[in-house]
Nanobody, 118 residues
Framework: SELVESGGDLVQLGGSLRLSCGAA???????VNWLRQAPGNGRELVVG????????AYADSVKGRFTVSRDNAKKTVYLEMNSLKPEDTAVYYC?????????????WGQGTLVTVSS
């Protein structure tokens, strides 16, 4: 199993999107992160949420605009993105530490593309 992202789309400046990261079949143990990678750039951590505890840390570039939440019953983590800017254009990935057969595993999703037009 792996993480499955969805919700990426083309949106105008100032618009909103909600991304989803599904972890069906997995037990998240330590954290779930949202990261993004813009063309020509490395991956940037957008927000991380610890499990359990629910401590959240946002990148300065998204504070006040992005909100992470989770639905434990659905094993899904959401990223609500508001006031989107062209610089938010990137492939967004989720990443987590989950229980493996022996020890922990780091898993990734395939990414979902967010494009913000000006």
């Amino acid at each position: 199993s792996e993480l499955v992202e969805s919700g990426g789309d083309l949106v105008q400046l100032g618009g909103s999107l909600r991304l989803s990261c599904g972890a069906a079949g997995l037990t998240v143990s330590i954290y779930v992160n949202w990261l993004r990678q813009a063309p020509g750039n490395g991956r940037e951590l957008v927000v991380g949420i610890t499990v359990p505890g629910g401590r959240i840390a946002y990148a300065d570039s998204v504070k006040g605009r992005f909100t992470v939440s989770r639905d434990n019953a659905k094993k899904t983590v959401y990223l609500e993105m508001n006031s989107l800017k062209p610089e938010d254009t990137a492939v967004y990935y989720c990443n987590a530490i989950v229980d493996g057969i022996v020890g922990y595993l780091e898993v990734w999703g395939q990414g979902t593309l967010v494009t913000v037009s000006s």
